[in-house]
């Protein structure tokens, strides 16, 4: 009997590339997909010479031929950083929308499972907290982060009509705050963007008042996460995410104190739309799949930091 054959849409992006990773060693055939917009060739270089491994420049908005057997489709394709809501609104209303649709026609073509990347961000500045799958969010869909949120939101009614209209195994992560190496020096989320700050001894801009909050999660405890959904029998969204909150600000001076920064927390307006609390109800994912996050933030952040040292010493001789 062959591997079975995964498809990653999105496979050169920091959570995709760790996907493929992860299941490039639990035996699987992958296939990476990538249009190389915000995901980079380096974080699966190291994959160059594996012969269970192929990439696919490709935007998959576009029409997706893929012969033979495919068994899983994982749909990861999007920009997802604050700036990118700036710089590639229409982009990511396509690959929500167009690329969300085409992927799930491939899984319908080949009879592959299906799991869609969603997102803490469907529940926009949430008036419920910690945040249960059975809630409905708090939506701008005309702000500047609407595009993210609505791409995400219109991207899970397809993926259910799919599966209630043609019978398509279909899974819905909806991925918190996670962090690791390879995600974007500037990716303009919170994490990176204090990392660079205090290694750069910039000022570490923290918006607000610094109160609201975050839960961070690290990726190799997401994709397991991950891998466990798409085994599972479960259509409905479920959360995956850690449920340690900090606040910003909190979170601001924990960065300075590990990196032994000299960098000044400086205060900036909130942006519009910015969520005060974020955390995730994830009684859901314990039951269902056995799975809670285990690293702890200190030990992520260690070895987040050592990646982030590396690729500015690369980009600017910093750290």
Request: hydrophobic fraction near 35%; glycine fraction near 10%; aromatic fraction near 8%.
């Amino acid at each position: 009997m062959g591997r079975t054959h995964t498809v990653v849409t999105g496979g050169a992006g920091f959570l995709g590339s760790h996907l493929c990773d992860t299941l490039l060693e639990k035996g699987h055939r992958v296939t990476c997909l990538d249009n190389l917009l915000t995901g980079s060739v380096d974080n699966i270089a190291h994959l160059a010479g594996n012969e269970h491994f192929r990439f696919i420049k490709q935007d998959v908005t576009e029409y997706v031929f893929l012969p033979g057997v495919v068994d899983n489709i994982l749909h990861f394709a999007s920009p997802a950083s604050p700036m990118d809501f700036t710089r590639f609104p229409i982009q990511i209303l396509k690959v929500g929308a167009l690329g969300t649709h085409k992927a799930l026609g491939l899984a319908r073509e080949k009879k592959a499972r299906f799991l869609l990347a969603s997102t803490s961000e469907v529940y926009g500045d949430p008036e419920v907290h910690p945040q249960r799958e059975d809630y409905r969010g708090n939506v701008n869909p005309v702000g500047v982060r609407g595009v993210y949120d609505e791409a995400k939101r219109f991207a899970e009614a397809l993926t259910m009509a799919y599966h209630r209209t043609h019978d398509i195994d279909t899974k819905i992560a909806r991925i918190f705050n996670t962090y690791g190496p390879r995600m974007r020096v500037d990716d303009g989320r919170v994490l990176p963007q204090f990392m660079t700050q205090a290694l750069r001894g910039e000022e570490i801009t923290v918006f607000g008042d610094g109160s609201q909050t975050r839960s961070f999660t690290y990726v190799s405890d997401l994709v397991e996460g991950i891998c466990l959904l798409l085994e599972s029998h479960e259509h409905m969204p479920t959360n995956l995410g850690s449920t340690d909150e900090v606040s910003v600000l909190e979170f601001a001076r924990e960065i300075v104190s590990l990196t032994g920064s000299g960098s000044r927390i400086v205060m900036h307006p909130l942006p519009q739309d910015d969520p005060k609390r974020r955390k995730p109800d994830i009684t859901k994912a314990r039951t269902l799949l056995g799975w809670e996050p285990k690293v702890p933030r200190a030990k992520g952040l260690e070895v987040t930091l050592g990646y982030f040292r590396r690729k500015l010493a690369e980009t600017d001789g910093a750290g």
